[in-house]
């Protein structure tokens, strides 16, 4: 069974740097692309970051490319977002998910098998 728990999210200035966490148990961690999106008030779940399984591809939201920064430790099953110059329009609840079909990354949601509970992110202006 495959779990993920997110963590990191909290109360930020405008301006400010986060850094979520998002931890797997379960097998196949080291050969799935996992993914982090959001999901604001009253808005549809977006994508934010990607990263293959090995690494080396990721891929960003335009409106979060240059400012947050997707990375993973497979010893650790352990996939991170750093977030910097944080803006009020980024909060929303973040989401780790994992792709278990294929190798290759998506910005699809649909594409995505299994996600963790969520962690509020909150930039005050």
């Known amino acids: 069974q495959v779990q993920l728990v997110e963590s990191g999210g909290g109360l930020v200035q405008a301006g400010g740097s986060l850094r979520l966490s998002c931890a797997y148990s379960?097998?196949?961690?080291?050969?799935?692309?996992m993914g982090w999106f959001r999901q604001a008030p009253g808005k549809e779940r977006e994508f934010v970051a990607t990263?293959?399984?090995?690494?080396?591809?990721?891929n960003y939201a335009d409106s979060v490319r240059g400012r947050f920064t997707i990375s993973r430790d497979n010893a650790k099953r352990t996939v991170y977002l750093q977030m910097n110059s944080l803006k009020p329009e980024d909060t929303a609840v973040y989401y780790c998910?994992?792709?278990?079909?294929?190798?290759?990354?998506?910005?699809?949601?649909?594409?995505?098998?299994?996600w963790g509970q969520g962690t509020q992110v909150t930039v005050s202006s």
């Open positions: 998910a994992v792709k278990r079909r294929g190798y290759v990354t998506s910005t699809n949601v649909a594409d995505y098998d299994y």
């Open positions: 379960g097998r196949t961690f080291s050969t799935s692309p």
């Open positions: 990263i293959s399984a090995s690494g080396i591809v990721t």
